[in-house]
């Protein structure tokens, strides 16, 4: 065999693999990632004209650790009592370096988190990415969502100042209007009769300890259900890559959307830290339980939708309590919305389906009007 004919018939090298690095090595001996290795290589993400919504969760995700990471922070300063909350939190802000930064980061991303949340569950129910097989996956963000809530609730009473007060106090006594259970809830939520320190603890427990344990064990899960499911391709796109018989073009998560998703994180990180920068959060004036409450007292933007409504009702409505009526209301469609997946059994087409999306609409201008007229209102 002449040399020409060697080279010919040779087979072609292999490419030189990257070294990997002596804790690469020892980790690799001890743990078998090879398998994760292999699910990051071979998993793709659908790409069509509604692709830049897969966004939302990942920027989620990221404010979420920016607020566990800012909190515990705060941790390290901050006094859960009545006569100390206050003081700690004006040190934080006056004497620790950087300190005014901090709070502001997560006073901000507490509220960014949950309007970035609420985008990301509307925009997953317009996609009807809640259909089968993925009817736990809505139900653990639906859920999720509730904690973010939790978190905004039981964090705004932490500073101990006249708003976070009176505005706790206002938001407890919905709570006590509860028909059987509103007394037990109203004191187990205070802790006692009214809002004291007591309170403020019980909050602080909530707040630190018992959502974030939950919280962590629904967000591996919902996280875990998202991976192994996939991303979800509206019917829409599925629809038209039937008729013209094609698969919706998909690029790979590594590194295309990763790199996608981190530019995401950036953005969200820049806006945070504008907004923090130039808009530090104030403390306002320390509580004072034996003072009247000031006029206008309104809960957080993410709840004023509710309160709003409950303004509107009568006291009376027949024979009925109307403040009761609408807290029973707000229960129920939450407790829908969460069933979303198993109303609409055929999202694809059919009637029902078309009713959930017109009445999905008409909830999000329902809550975008009653918001601006909470704030314009007096």
Not at 93 to 121: D, E, P
Not at 326 to 348: E, Y
Request: charged share 15%; glycine share 8%.
């Amino acid at each position: 065999m002449s040399s020409k004919e060697k080279l010919l018939s040779a087979k072609p090298e292999a490419p030189p693999q990257p070294r990997k690095s002596f804790l690469s090595v020892w980790v690799e001996e001890r743990v078998d990632l090879g398998p994760l290795r292999q699910f990051i290589q071979h998993k793709m993400v659908p790409m069509h004209r509604h692709s830049y919504w897969y966004y939302l969760g990942g920027m989620v995700l990221f404010l979420f650790i920016i607020q566990a990471f800012t909190g515990i922070l705060l941790l390290l300063y901050y006094q859960p009592s009545e006569s100390n909350a206050f003081e700690s939190v004006r040190f934080i802000m006056t004497q620790v370096r950087f300190g005014w930064l901090i709070r502001s980061v997560h006073a901000w991303g507490a509220n960014l988190l949950i309007a970035l949340a609420f985008g990301h569950m509307f925009s997953t129910f317009f996609m009807k990415a809640y259909r089968k097989p993925r009817e736990m996956t809505w139900m653990s963000g639906v859920l999720l969502l509730f904690l973010m809530l939790g978190f905004g609730f039981s964090g705004y009473l932490l500073p101990w100042n006249t708003l976070s007060y009176f505005a706790t106090a206002v938001g407890t006594n919905i709570v006590g209007v509860l028909p059987f259970i509103g007394e037990f809830s109203l004191r187990f939520l205070r802790g006692g009769d009214s809002v004291s320190g007591a309170t403020l603890t019980r909050f602080f427990g909530f707040h630190v300890a018992i959502l974030p344990a939950v919280t962590g064990l629904l967000l591996v899960l919902h996280l875990w259900l998202v991976q192994k499911q996939g991303m979800s391709v509206p019917p829409s796109i599925e629809i038209e890559c039937q008729q013209r018989g094609t698969k919706p073009r998909a690029i790979p998560f590594s590194p295309d959307f990763m790199l996608r998703d981190l530019m995401a994180w950036y953005l969200v990180l820049g806006v945070l830290s504008w907004i923090a920068t130039l808009y530090p959060w104030e403390l306002g004036v320390k509580a004072d339980p034996f003072a009247s409450a000031p006029p206008g007292i309104k809960p957080e933007w993410y709840f004023l939708f509710m309160f709003q409504t409950l303004k509107y009702i009568p006291a009376k409505v027949l024979a009925f309590d109307g403040e009761v009526l609408g807290i029973l209301a707000f229960g129920l469609g939450g407790l829908l919305w969460l069933l979303v997946p198993f109303l609409d059994r055929n999202p694809s087409s059919g009637r029902m389906s078309r009713i959930i999306t017109k009445a999905g609409i008409w909830i999000v201008i329902y809550i975008l009007v009653m918001t601006v007229v909470a704030y314009v209102a007096k």
